[in-house]
Structures are given as C-alpha cells and as structure tokens.
C-alpha cells in the first residue's frame, strides 16, 4: 500500500509538471485533449425521427503558435425521445399491449444511438483574453456519421423484435458529416481551468441503409440523400500538454 501511495505522487507530480506553465506572454505550440458535451435540437429530416440528441465525445489535436487547431474529432450520440408514429402498432393486441413469449405484457424500450468522427480544423483569436492563447474559438471538419433506432427488449423474448428483426425497425442510417463551431477557449496562465463553450451546428448527407421498414411494409424505402441537421451549444475541458520546464541548478 505505501509503494501504491508513492507512484501515485509520483505520477500526480509528473502530471502536474506537465500541466503548469506560465502562457501569459506568448502563443505556444501545445498538443489539446479535450473531452465535450453538446445538447442539441434536430433540423431537417432528422427532426421527423428523433428529439433532443446528446453528444459525449473527445478531441484529441494540437495548437500551433499560430493559434490553429487540428485534430479529430467524435461524439457518441444517444437521446430518448423518438418521434416514428405507430412504430409497433402491427405487432398490438386488442388492448395496445405488446406480449412476449410467455404471454406476459412486454417493455419495449426506443432510443436513438450513433456517433461521428470527423477531421477538424479550427483557428483562435485573442480577443477578449487574458493571455494569447485565449479567445474567441472557431473549427469545423468533416467525417462519417451514423446513427439508429435502438430497440430494446430488456429481459424478455419478442419473437417479432429478436435479432436480425430489429434491424426492420432501425432506421439505420450513414453518410458524410460536417459540423461547425463558433464560441470561446480559454487557458488559464496557470493551471487546469482550460476551456471552451459555445455554438455548435452539424449537416449529415445520410442515407436509409435497409431495405424495408417492417412497420411500413408497403411503402418502398426512400433512398434519396437525407438532410439530418443538428445544432446546440457544447462545453468542453482541455488538457494540454506542455514541455517541462527546465530546472536551474546553482553552484558555488
């Protein structure tokens, strides 16, 4: 236990010797790894399937001392609110309700998943900053974006809803993603307070990847190019990573 103790001060001292550096004079060159939430409201064709969509994701990039950003980008997304009318209507019985095998009443649970990944780039302005790597922040990039309709079970057993049948009711969807943002970074001249928040919109050209809807069994799947808007605000903290400094040594 007490070695445990001793690398843990080890790596905390290592760490912060890594983190801490006076940037109040000068634009440095540093690597960022960042970790974001978004809330964001649907637009376009996305808005007729899903509600509010979460975004939890991570950046992992470097700014330059030119105050650009490159990295890459990706966000999980997940939300609870689906908007696909009369989804299971076909498989209800005289009283609405979903039986399992058992003939118990079942829980069938819907939610939206998927995620993006996205080369990004992006440039500072020290505007408005305590130092010149602060400021008013902009990126944008471009990527791959899934996304579908999750149907869960939970315990019990639908023969209409196992497996390979959950994919009719999936929705499952892929395409070309862009995203911009616009708001403000801020590093602290010293310290972890590094940050950034602001205004976030993204633009999926997505299409319907499956071949029939089995809620929808006479109606042919759409397989024009879908326009599936999101836009919100994200908050994210920023590690980064600077040089150690280099230690003065005395001698008489």
Same mark, same amino acid.
């Given at each position: 236990?007490?070695?445990?103790?001793?690398?843990?001060?080890?790596?905390?001292?290592?760490? &912060?010797? &890594?983190?801490?550096?006076?940037?109040?004079?000068?634009?440095?060159?540093?690597?960022?790894?960042?970790?974001?939430?978004?809330?964001?409201?649907?637009?376009?064709?996305?808005?007729?399937?899903?509600?509010?969509?979460?975004?939890?994701?991570?950046?992992?990039?470097?700014?330059?001392?030119?105050?650009?950003?490159?990295?890459?980008?990706?966000? &999980?997304?997940?939300?609870?609110?689906?908007?696909?009318?009369?989804? /299971?209507?076909?498989?209800?019985?005289?009283?609405?309700?979903?039986?399992?095998?058992?003939?118990?009443?079942?829980?069938?649970?819907?939610?939206?998943?998927?995620?993006?990944?996205?080369?990004?780039?992006?440039?500072?302005?020290?505007?408005?900053?305590?130092?010149?790597?602060?400021?008013?922040?902009?990126?944008?990039?471009?990527?791959?974006?899934?996304?579908?309709?999750?149907?869960?079970?939970?315990?019990?057993?639908?023969?209409?809803?196992?497996?390979?049948?959950?994919?009719?009711?999936?929705?499952?969807?892929?395409?070309?993603?862009?995203?911009?943002?616009?708001?403000?970074?801020?590093?602290?001249?010293?310290?972890?307070?590094?940050?950034?928040?602001?205004?976030?919109?993204?633009?999926?050209?997505?299409?319907?990847?499956?071949?029939?809807? &089995?809620?929808?069994?006479?109606?042919?799947?759409?397989?024009?190019?879908?326009?599936?808007?999101?836009?919100?605000?994200?908050?994210?903290?920023?590690?980064?990573?600077?040089?150690?400094?280099?230690?003065? /040594?005395?001698?008489?």
């Amino acid at each position: 236990m007490r070695n445990a103790g001793i690398i843990f001060c080890f790596i905390l001292s290592s760490f &912060f010797g &890594f983190g801490q550096r006076n940037i109040r004079d000068s634009a440095i060159a540093t690597p960022w790894i960042a970790v974001h939430y978004g809330l964001n409201a649907p637009g376009g064709d996305l808005k007729e399937r899903f509600g509010l969509v979460n975004h939890l994701g991570a950046m992992a990039g470097y700014k330059t001392s030119k105050n650009w950003v490159y990295g890459l980008d990706g966000n &999980f997304m997940f939300g609870n609110q689906i908007k696909i009318p009369d989804m /299971f209507s076909h498989l209800t019985d005289s009283y609405g309700q979903i039986t399992d095998v058992n003939g118990d009443v079942a829980i069938v649970v819907v939610t939206m998943r998927g995620f993006n990944l996205n080369a990004m780039v992006g440039k500072v302005f020290p505007v408005l900053s305590p130092n010149k790597n602060s400021g008013i922040y902009i990126h944008g990039g471009v990527g791959y974006m899934q996304y579908k309709a999750r149907v869960e079970t939970q315990d019990q057993v639908i023969p209409t809803l196992e497996k390979k049948y959950r994919k009719g009711y999936d929705r499952y969807t892929t395409g070309v993603n862009f995203h911009q943002f616009v708001g403000y970074a801020f590093m602290a001249n010293q310290g972890f307070l590094n940050f950034y928040g602001g205004f976030y919109i993204q633009e999926g050209l997505t299409y319907n990847r499956r071949e029939i809807f &089995f809620d929808q069994p006479d109606i042919p799947v759409s397989k024009a190019q879908r326009l599936d808007l999101q836009y919100g605000f994200k908050v994210g903290w920023f590690i980064p990573v600077y040089k150690r400094k280099p230690k003065d /040594f005395y001698f008489d």
